[in-house]
């Protein structure tokens, strides 16, 4: 690459080296043309435009420009300071007439080629394309406030690919103010140019000499007229002209489309080398759709995309053979080929002129070839059309969901066409990140892990990335973009992919960090530490761009499909104020879901474009919903130390301790009161117990469990002996959190009573005792009583709080709960395996009997 480098510079300096600007006098077709020097500066620009004069000779294929300009103030010295110049040596001719400056009367010459740089910029080379053009720079030295500056030149030649057509966009407004605006075109008489005016653009005085036709517009005392930030680059509400030879779009399908064509040696030719370089006989007989796939990616990955594009390579693909043999092309020529490759396996195929940046307007524009700046390809299978962008590398989805560019409207170059084809847009991508925090003690260290799936043509772009830089430089961006939030931030391990490019075409990314110190301390409570968690990458989708008095659409990059799952690991249950945010509205969706569970929160939330643009009367609207989205985005986990050590530390509830022992006290006095003192009268009576069988084998083991699960859930859920819950739960804002916490005060002594209650009828059950068939009548309606009663309760107070998931463990625990009551205490109440079974009565009361 770096020799190709220094032989395109060697290449450009002798080629610049002949064709510098030259000096000569006005071309005589030119019309001089009056201007005043009176300065109508209401929007207090630094200089002042006092004419802008431009003349077309589309007979002598020459263009004409004179500009005289007031310098107003400093900052107009050091706009006007330089002066550029651009054009194509190619096929045009560039003369400067004069550059002159106007000062107390006299006039100061400034025109000296010695002192004019002539460059090769090359503006479009990170796109990997060189066009040619070469610009000339006039530096002015010694320019002052209140000069005026003058300075005209010609350029005559146009690309000879036009064949003598032409096209031109007249501007009669400008983001600056002119005090005289003039264009003049003169056209023969036999092939006038067609006109269209936009945006109450002037129509033009027509005039004749002899077979020339003239047209001029003179447009006085212009004002500025500004542009608003953001606005789309298709956007323009300037008043226009838009003029062209072309009468239709299948005059440019004709004269454009017999670029794209081979003649039968090149395609004899060409065939021979395809048989050569890209397919095997094996390829030859895979299905027509794995063929079609395995073209496209190897003119999209295995043919560089690189170009010179100027002279007649603006407009003309070079050879398919050319290209094939060099291994690079630009979108012209990676197109050709490829539309060569699918016809030479009998797919029928042709190249598709698309703009890259206004398809929006293509369709309101009079017909012209420069409405199109790219070339990509369109082919039929199937009884469908396909399109494709060869220019893309790295992309995947097989041939049906192969992304495809937003481009709307396409010109495609066949026999035949008559009108352009709107284009579909696959939509199917997204990005799903998922962040998970692993919280290692309060106050302390912590761990990230992140994993990033992207999909569709977000897969593409980010497989692209991978491919062309490595790991190490990709994972030193990570860090420090994640070491925004977190300055202790490092790697823990090594970033790892997962390609699924020909099956899902999606792309997973998996970075692993350590947090040295993940809480940090608030600025106004000592005591209080926290953790943020703010979804990064949500961020640049979610900012905006203010703009108070708006006329112009606002820009917004679309596709946007957000989804973005934050889940925190604590080292102790932890209770979160639940959230529930949805916001929508013609151009994006956007909500934001916060719960817990034990000692996990979870943030998630999801952001989604519908369209690529907002109107301008619904700006204003869109900006104050994503500054209110803005404020939703950061989550605090935030820990009171003070209110910890006031609740006795981040240990064991005393409270809880409390209700336990009261409960406890009262559970076991009910279950020595039911063991000694009470007593059912048997049905069946005199008769020795039966053994415990049948069903009631089930029963036993189920009663034997119901203590030992009851426990679990006591000491493993909800924080019932977890000092800090009960801390924040009484200190919450409202009737909410005291309520909550005599909820859980009743709900934990009622649970201690329900174990004691278990365990005493697991021995009366044993014990075969008379009581057991009308206790385990109230174990089952009690339980599904309390069940119900407290999930109404709890609905009562925190009931927005509850997701869809709560709302369905909830609605079949108690559906389960009933459920058992229907089927078992029928079965005690009418059994007569029970009846046989418990009959044996207290030792006291059988004695008294």
């Not at 012209?368 to 989805?397: K, L």
Request: hydrophobic share 35%.
């Amino acid at each position: 690459m770096k020799q190709i480098s220094l032989f395109l510079c060697i290449l450009f300096s002798l080629h610049i080296f002949s064709q510098k600007p030259i000096q000569g006098p006005t071309p005589k077709w030119v019309t001089e043309v009056a201007y005043d020097t009176t300065v109508n500066n209401d929007d207090d620009a630094a200089y002042y435009y006092l004419l802008s004069d431009k003349q077309f000779n589309a007979i002598l294929d020459a263009y004409y420009a004179h500009i005289i300009v007031k310098v107003l103030n400093t900052e107009g010295i050091s706009e006007l300071s330089d002066l550029t110049f651009e054009f194509d040596p190619a096929y045009e001719k560039f003369v400067f007439h004069k550059i002159e400056v106007l000062r107390d009367g006299e006039v100061i010459d400034k025109l000296d080629l010695n002192q004019i740089q002539t460059v090769q910029r090359e503006s479009n080379l990170e796109r990997k394309l060189y066009d040619g053009r070469l610009t000339s720079i006039v530096n002015l030295l010694d320019i002052r406030e209140g000069d005026i500056l003058e300075y005209s030149y010609s350029i005559s030649g146009s690309n000879p690919v036009y064949k003598g057509d032409y096209g031109n966009i007249l501007n009669l407004q400008y983001g600056l103010p002119f005090g005289k605006i003039y264009y003049r075109i003169l056209t023969e008489k036999s092939n006038p140019p067609l006109f269209q005016y936009r945006n109450n653009a002037s129509k033009p005085e027509v005039t004749e000499e002899g077979n020339i036709k003239i047209y001029t517009w003179s447009e006085k005392n212009v004002a500025a007229k500004y542009y608003d930030s953001n606005t789309p680059i298709w956007y323009d509400d300037y008043p226009q002209v838009y003029l062209s030879t072309h009468g239709s779009w299948e005059d440019i399908v004709k004269q454009y489309g017999e670029l794209y064509r081979l003649s039968k040696a090149e395609r004899t030719q060409l065939k021979k080398l395809i048989d050569q370089n890209v397919s095997t006989p094996k390829d030859i007989e895979l299905p027509k759709r794995k063929q079609i796939k395995q073209l496209i990616d190897f003119v999209q990955d295995d043919i560089r995309y690189f170009g010179f594009e100027n002279g007649l390579s603006s407009h003309t693909p070079e050879s398919p053979l050319k290209v094939l043999n060099q291994r690079y092309g630009d979108c012209k020529g990676k197109s050709l080929l490829l539309v060569e490759l699918l016809n030479h396996i009998g797919v029928e195929a042709y190249p598709m002129l698309v703009s890259s940046s206004k398809g929006e307007i293509v369709g309101d524009r009079m017909p012209s070839p420069n409405s199109f700046d790219h070339c990509v390809v369109n082919y039929s299978y199937n009884n469908q059309e396909f399109y494709v962008d060869p220019t893309i590398s790295n992309q995947g989805g097989g041939i049906e969901k192969r992304p495809f560019p937003d481009y709307k409207k396409g010109l495609v170059l066949k026999p035949g066409v008559k009108d352009l084809v709107t284009l579909p847009f696959n939509q199917e991508s997204a990005v799903e990140v998922q962040e998970i925090y692993d919280v290692n003690e309060i106050n302390g260290s912590g761990a990230l892990t992140v994993i990033t799936t992207y999909k569709g043509s977000n897969a593409d772009a980010i497989r692209a990335d991978f491919a062309q830089r490595s790991n190490a430089v990709i994972q030193k961006e990570y860090l420090q973009f994640y070491s925004v939030l977190f300055p202790s931030l490092e790697v823990d391990e090594k970033i790892t992919i997962e390609d699924f490019r020909d099956t899902s075409n999606t792309f997973k990314v998996r970075e692993s960090y350590t947090i040295d110190s993940i809480w940090q301390k608030s600025s106004d409570n000592e005591n209080l530490i926290y953790v943020e968690l703010y979804p990064l990458s949500l961020e640049s989708y979610i900012s905006t761009t203010k703009s108070p008095t708006r006329t112009s659409p606002y820009y917004i990059s679309y596709p946007a499909n957000i989804s973005y799952d934050i889940s925190v690991n604590l080292p102790e249950e932890w209770s979160a104020e639940p959230v529930n945010i949805s916001m929508e509205s013609d151009y994006y969706e956007y909500t934001n879901e916060v719960d817990s569970y034990l000692n996990k929160v979870n943030i998630s939330h999801t952001y989604k474009r519908k369209k690529d643009y907002v109107p301008a009367e619904d700006v204003a609207k869109y900006i104050t919903d994503h500054e209110k989205i803005q404020e939703e985005l950061s989550y605090f986990v935030s820990y009171d130390q003070g209110l910890a050590q006031g609740a006795g530390g981040s240990g064991l509830s005393w409270v809880a301790i409390i209700l336990t022992i009261v409960a406890l006290l009262l559970s076991c006095y009910g279950a020595y009161r039911l063991y000694f003192d009470y007593d059912v009268v048997p049905e069946i009576q005199n008769v020795r117990a039966k053994p415990i069988g049948g069903w009631l084998i089930l029963i036993a083991i189920g009663l034997i469990l119901t203590p030992i699960i009851i426990l679990v859930d006591l000491l493993g859920e909800n924080g019932f002996y977890d000092a800090y819950t009960w801390s924040t739960l009484w200190n919450t804002e409202g009737t909410a959190g005291k309520a909550t916490v005599f909820l859980v005060a009743l709900e934990l002594m009622i649970n201690i009573a329900r174990i004691i209650f278990a365990l005493i009828l697991v021995i009366l059950f044993f014990e075969r005792r008379s009581t057991v068939p009308r206790l385990m009548v109230i174990l089952f309606a009690s339980t599904a009583a309390f069940i119900i009663l407290d999930a109404i309760a709890a609905y009562a107070i925190n009931g927005d709080v509850y997701t869809s998931e709560d709302n369905y463990e909830t609605a079949k625990e108690i559906i389960m709960s009933i459920v058992r009551a229907a089927i078992w205490i029928p079965y005690f109440l009418i059994s007569k395996r029970v009846k046989e079974t418990f009959v044996n009565r207290p030792k006291n009361i059988n004695k008294e009997s």
